[in-house]
């Protein structure tokens, strides 16, 4: 069966210091990935999807990037954290021409 | 382009009592719609799903009915429990577009004993 993984769970960052969020996909191949933010009072909002390795759509400019360094690893990074970056972040996979998503546990970021 | 408008809540309700979370979307052709739930703490997972126009999506006593006249996909359940305090979401799927579910902001559901 599929899994995935999301890590850390939870972090607080200082404003300005640099984040990599990873995320991992098990028992799947070449699925599409997609990473989540959801900030308080502001719904679900795609940042950044992908349909294959060194493949990144940008939803929403921002100060954010994702890599995809391998099929089935996904990391969203920054190299300077605002405070509006806090919020909760989900990664999420799929397959084309299928339209459900599964979603990680997700990663509970504060920036101070 | 696309989009989901639904309640955002939050909703107060005691427990058995009947719940509606209203969801109408704007999409061309014709999208897959989703209601997707998240537990305190968690990730979303799929409640229920309806492909194609009047087709009936269920799970854990929860109903939506996909209305291609009205574009809409309310979320029901008759009695509501304790446990069904969550997140709901509802999204949509457009055939032919991008990869990508489109979400409506979420209603929180909180139920009290």
């Known amino acids: 069966s599929q899994t995935i993984h999301q890590w850390p769970a939870t972090l607080v960052q200082p404003v300005g210091s640099p984040l990599s969020l990873e995320c991992t996909v098990e028992?799947?191949?070449?699925?599409?990935l997609y990473w989540y933010r959801q900030a308080a009072g502001r719904g679900l909002q795609l940042l950044f999807y992908s349909v294959g390795i060194g493949q990144i759509s940008s939803e929403v400019p921002q100060n954010l990037s994702a890599s995809r360094p391998q099929d089935r690893q996904f990391i969203l990074s920054s190299k300077k954290l605002l405070l509006s970056d806090s919020g909760f972040y989900l990664c999420?996979?799929?397959?084309?021409?299928?339209?459900?998503?599964?979603f990680g546990p997700g990663t509970r970021l504060t920036v101070t | 382009g696309n989009s989901v408008t639904q309640m955002e809540g939050p909703v107060t309700l005691s427990e058995e009592a009947f719940l509606t979370i209203n969801c109408t979307y704007t999409?061309?052709?014709?999208?897959?719609l989703f209601w997707y739930v998240q537990y305190p703490g968690e990730g979303l997972q799929l409640l229920l799903k309806?492909?194609?126009?009047?087709d009936k999506g269920s799970n854990k006593g929860f109903e939506a009915t996909y209305r291609k006249e009205t574009t809409s996909f309310h979320l029901e359940k008759g009695s509501v429990q304790v446990s069904d305090s969550a997140v709901y979401f509802c999204?949509?799927?457009?055939?032919?577009?991008?990869?990508?579910?489109?979400f409506g902001k979420g209603m929180k559901l909180t139920v009290n004993p």
């Open positions: 309806a492909t194609k126009a009047d």
């Open positions: 999420a996979w799929g397959r084309s021409l299928n339209p459900r998503q599964y």
């Open positions: 028992g799947t191949s070449n699925p599409n």
């Open positions: 999204a949509l799927f457009a055939q032919g577009g991008s990869e990508k579910l489109v």
């Open positions: 999409a061309t052709g014709y999208p897959s």
